[in-house]
């Protein structure tokens, strides 16, 4: 027997062992090569859509700086986000999946999901390939971070903290000075501070009214793009002065859409159509097939930009992803020409409750509602600080609106279609129009196809949901069949009613409380049409579940059969679940501001059992207090 032993496996040898770090070890090659990587930049201003810049809508704001990156790079015409609102937005951003799918479609989530099995943020599998990974400064995501997708995430976060100047890097940075919150002024503000951009010079949207005060906003808006600009040229400056602006990527984008009313939160392209721009540095050219100074014309949404800027870097797109490269290495310029279409979604946002779909296909916008009767303009504490909210509102309840301008605050059909070519503004249906019924129903039926296969989530109301976050992915997964089932009642609301009643009332009787959940949603979406079936639906009044009872009070109220704030009020009193609780206010305040003076509502005779922001908004709204910002609030004192 040879018992000598060598130190040095045989040279044979070498190649399996190789072979197991890599199996064991996926980034050892990643970053083995790391240094001759290129970098990625992404500017992203918050609260603006397209609309709002001359590069891409005639009537926008001069934004020399980020034309001069189009002018080295691309620009894409059609970019989105899937959700028009910031965390939603982020979420989608930072994961690269649907948000309906994994659980953070909500804005202000009650809890955070926790991600699909074995998938990370995207930008740790940069980090995995060598990347430097840097982000200033939100995060603000509905899913639980991964622990390692940043360096450093803070206000003072950059990709000159590296150590090391040839490693390559990621960097994010978000950009306020566009938010919302810049449109809240005060009426002294409005009557005594001039703007750079002239009103009078502004193009308002069809369906707001033409009103100095609407004129002074989008004017000082336009100014505020502006300062973005500034900022962007400012980015650029920095990686001229460091010597890396020819060997980096640099992707300026909004993170949805904004921010006048109708832009962020709501589901128009004024929500979800966001400017793009990206400028290719001279060494990594060959890795864009397209030519300085292009356009593109195909889709790109956020679910996409994660993926594309891993594969800019020689990363593999996680095969939990939902979306596509549109740069990068074997990507084609024809190929991503050929993409049209584009999922948009919109559900909560802080204590405004919703649940509404989109297909962009095309030049053509579906929008399908499951709660149709709820306005637009819905209060939402924090959207009425902007003075042009609010006169919008005096202005509908002084009856003083006419036409386009009333849509904002009306119920809506359970589906829209809005020719985007011809209807930049999406005011005029064309759901009823003989001579678009075939697209129509094409859209009808490839967004339904989506929502099964998914699954979407939000077929069941968030009170459930949030008991499922620690694996989102796998219990929709598990209830594939019964979210089919649902969405199969909430469609009944699409046929006429002749053919969907019988159908409506064996699942209103049905054993299986989300199918209940489901006709009573499905009624309501019908509305007075669906009358007849109060005898099927009274049951529901009384069902062993607050939210099928919330759902069922909507229908009765709607159809005027009784007041449906006396059961929806007993809900907040008694129930200990706050997103019960929120639900039931919204459709408090719903009945009460429109449905005058049918359904009045004392708000002193709330006393929730439960509290949380949300819940605090709405009481707060109905008992004629102002909205309270977080320097508002009262703070705790300090101890002497």
């Not at 005027?560 to 809900?571: E, F, K, V």
Request: net charge neutral.
């Amino acid at each position: 027997m040879n018992t000598t032993t060598s130190r040095v496996a045989p040279v044979r040898l070498w190649p399996a062992i190789f072979a197991a770090v890599l199996a064991f070890f996926p980034s050892f090659v990643e970053r083995a090569d790391a240094a001759d990587r290129p970098n990625v930049v992404w500017i992203v201003s918050e609260d603006n859509s397209h609309h709002y810049l001359r590069h891409f809508f005639k009537h926008g704001a001069p934004a020399p700086n980020i034309e001069a990156l189009a002018a080295h790079g691309v620009t894409f015409d059609h970019a989105f986000s899937n959700a028009p609102v910031c965390s939603v937005a982020r979420s989608t951003l930072a994961t690269g999946c649907l948000g309906p799918r994994i659980g953070t479609q909500f804005h202000r989530r009650h809890t955070l999901a926790t991600l699909p099995q074995g998938l990370r943020m995207f930008s740790a599998y940069l980090r995995d390939a060598g990347y430097y990974t840097s982000n200033n400064s939100k995060q603000d995501y509905n899913a639980t971070p991964s622990k390692d997708a940043w360096d450093e995430s803070s206000g003072s976060a950059t990709w000159r903290k590296r150590t090391n100047p040839d490693q390559p890097f990621f960097h994010m940075e978000s950009h306020g000075q566009s938010h919302e919150s810049s449109l809240h002024f005060s009426q002294q503000v409005f009557e005594n501070e001039k703007t750079t951009t002239d009103p009078a010079s502004v193009k308002l949207a069809d369906y707001f009214p033409n009103t100095a005060k609407f004129r002074y906003t989008h004017a000082r808006y336009h100014d505020r793009m502006g300062v973005i600009d500034e900022i962007v040229g400012s980015t650029i400056s920095k990686l001229k002065e460091d010597g890396l602006l020819e060997d980096t990527f640099v992707f300026y984008f909004g993170d949805h859409g904004g921010v006048l009313p109708r832009g962020k939160g709501y589901i128009y392209e004024s929500g979800l159509h966001v400017p793009l721009v990206v400028r290719v540095p001279e060494k990594w050219k060959h890795l864009v097939d397209r030519k300085a100074g292009s356009r593109a014309q195909g889709f790109v949404s956020f679910i996409d930009f994660g993926p594309t800027v891993l594969n800019l870097a020689g990363v593999k797109t996680p095969e939990q992803m939902d979306g596509v490269p549109f740069l990068g290495d074997g990507i084609s310029a024809s190929e991503v020409e050929a993409r049209d279409e584009s999922f948009g979604y919109a559900d909560r946002f802080d204590e405004k409750y919703e649940f509404i779909r989109s297909l962009r296909k095309g030049k053509y916008q579906y929008i399908r509602y499951f709660q149709p009767f709820l306005p637009d303009g819905l209060q939402n504490n924090y959207r009425y600080r902007m003075l042009a909210f609010t006169e919008w509102r005096d202005l509908y309840n002084a009856g003083k609106l006419s036409g386009p301008q009333l849509q904002f605050f009306q119920g809506k059909p359970v589906e829209q279609l809005f020719d985007t070519e011809a209807d930049p503004h999406e005011v005029n249906n064309l759901a009823d129009d003989a001579a678009h019924a075939k697209v129509l129903k094409d859209l009808r039926a490839r967004l339904a196809s989506q929502l099964r296969a998914l699954p979407d989530l939000s077929f069941y109301p968030e009170s459930k949901l949030v008991g499922i976050m620690d694996d989102p992915v796998g219990f929709g997964q598990q209830h594939k069949a019964e979210i089919a089932q649902m969405a199969d009642v909430h469609d009944l609301a699409l046929l006429p009613f002749s053919e969907a009643k019988s159908k409506l009332a064996a699942a209103a009787k049905s054993d299986n409380v989300w199918l209940r959940y489901s006709a009573a949603m499905a009624c309501s979406a019908i509305g007075k049409e669906a009358a007849s079936l109060a005898p099927a639906m009274m049951p529901l009044l009384k069902d062993d579940h607050l939210i099928v009872r919330i759902r069922a009070a909507e229908f009765f109220g709607l159809i005027g059969h009784l007041n449906p704030q006396l059961i929806l009020a007993s809900i907040v009193n008694n129930t200990d679940n706050p997103v019960e609780a929120g639900e039931a206010l919204n459709s408090i305040v719903y009945f009460r501001d429109c449905h005058q003076p049918a359904y009045p509502i004392d708000g002193s005779s709330l006393k929730p059992q439960t509290k949380g922001d949300t819940i605090t908004r709405r009481i707060d709204y109905l008992n004629g207090e102002p909205y309270k910002t977080n320097k508002q609030k009262k703070q705790p004192k300090k101890k002497k």
